[in-house]
């Protein structure tokens, strides 16, 4: 056993200085990134990435077809959910759409089965599946990298998205094994409990902070996955590094991500004063119900219930109804546009280079970030 003495940091713990800037409006901020990918086989396709770095989270109520075309049209980018069946995932990226080549990742497993399922869909889709999300929740294990390693060999020209993980080391190893983008985070997402559950995790800010520099010093990609509960979280982990920025919570609760809407109804506090007396104020509000992957709710859903070896590590909440999911991307974009006013940055990718981060509470030392 042994302890890290310097610290390590959340989103809630840092602000961004502002700096002196040449820029006039939130207008002249350019969000669009552009990539291109280490481990990809580019010989017969296309390896760069060309949009605005945001994604919804491949989450139940989130990472939906419906969620998967809006946010492209947006310019913005979706892992689906793993559970939707193969034909299902033919039909969708068989048709010929740029937008959803470019900016929709198909999720998957590590198992035998979720390969086979994936090289099923492959060999209908070809080309137009570019983006492939590996996806567990502890990207530690051995087993984990094998999987990369092999699917990399399999298959050459796709994107592999892999994770999760919250330090550098594992960060290069994911690359070193073929991951082109290494998805960041243990424990930060607004229904997961795995740190209440294991004790396990790492504060996000540093993990982006770490991963980021791992990554890029091997010319790999990193998304800063969970922890974000508004659109200056968003800036803070482009300004820590991120390349991408995943969103789970709050992407939930609008049209595009299904689910039944729920109604409910709350006394306000308020009376109304009527001709023969006094009555409640009563309030209509409407939530969707929104799960962790690895809640009992999730894997009732999916595989029939929790494995009695298992426990659960995500909570199930009802987020607000939100209707669509524009009105909600216009007030992020607005955000992280502003923060680049602040701090300088004409473009998003300058940001973290214009970032300097002061702690707040009771330490005010500033973090430099380079």
Request: with cysteine; proline share 2%; charged share 25%.
């Amino acid at each position: 056993m042994r302890i890290e003495d310097d610290s390590k940091l959340d989103y809630k713990d840092v602000l961004i200085r502002p700096k002196r800037s040449t820029l006039g409006s939130r207008k002249d901020v350019e969000l669009f990134r552009r990539f291109s990918f280490r481990n990809f086989d580019s010989q017969n396709s296309d390896s760069h990435y060309r949009g605005i770095p945001i994604m919804a989270s491949n989450m139940d109520g989130v990472g939906t077809f419906e969620m998967a075309d809006k946010l492209a049209s947006l310019g913005l980018f979706t892992c689906l959910v793993k559970n939707y069946q193969a034909k299902e995932l033919s039909d969708f990226f068989s048709r010929d759409d740029p937008h959803r080549l470019e900016n929709v990742a198909y999720s998957m497993g590590i198992t035998e089965q979720d390969f086979e399922k994936f090289d099923a869909v492959y060999k209908i889709t070809g080309k137009r599946l570019k983006y492939v999300c590996v996806d567990v929740a502890n990207g530690y294990s051995e087993r984990f990298s094998d999987f990369i390693k092999q699917f990399r060999d399999s298959f050459p020209a796709i994107v592999i998205i892999a994770g999760n993980v919250v330090t550098g080391e594992m960060t290069e190893e994911l690359i070193l094994s073929g991951a082109d983008i290494v998805k960041v985070g243990i424990g930060p997402g607004s229904v997961c409990t795995t740190r209440l559950q294991t004790g396990v995790g790492f504060p996000q800010l540093s993990a982006v902070i770490e991963c980021a520099d791992s990554a890029h010093g091997l010319g790999g990609h990193i998304i800063a996955d969970g922890g974000c509960t508004c659109p200056g979280d968003l800036a803070k982990a482009f300004a820590a590094g991120a390349d991408y920025v995943m969103l789970g919570g709050m992407l939930a609760g609008h049209d595009e991500g299904g689910g039944e809407v729920i109604t409910r109804y709350y006394k306000t506090g308020e009376v109304n004063k009527l001709a023969d007396g006094w009555e409640d104020v009563i309030e209509e509000r409407k939530f969707v119900q929104f799960y962790g992957m690895s809640s009992q709710a999730a894997n009732e859903k999916h595989f029939g219930g929790l494995k009695e070896y298992r426990s659960s590590e995500g909570r199930e909440i009802l987020v607000p109804y939100r209707g669509q999911i524009a009105t909600t991307i216009q007030d992020l974009l607005g955000g992280i546009r502003s923060t680049c006013t602040y701090a300088g940055a004409k473009k998003l990718k300058w940001l973290s280079k214009c970032t300097t981060f002061v702690k707040t509470g009771q330490q005010f030392n500033s973090v430099f970030v380079n």
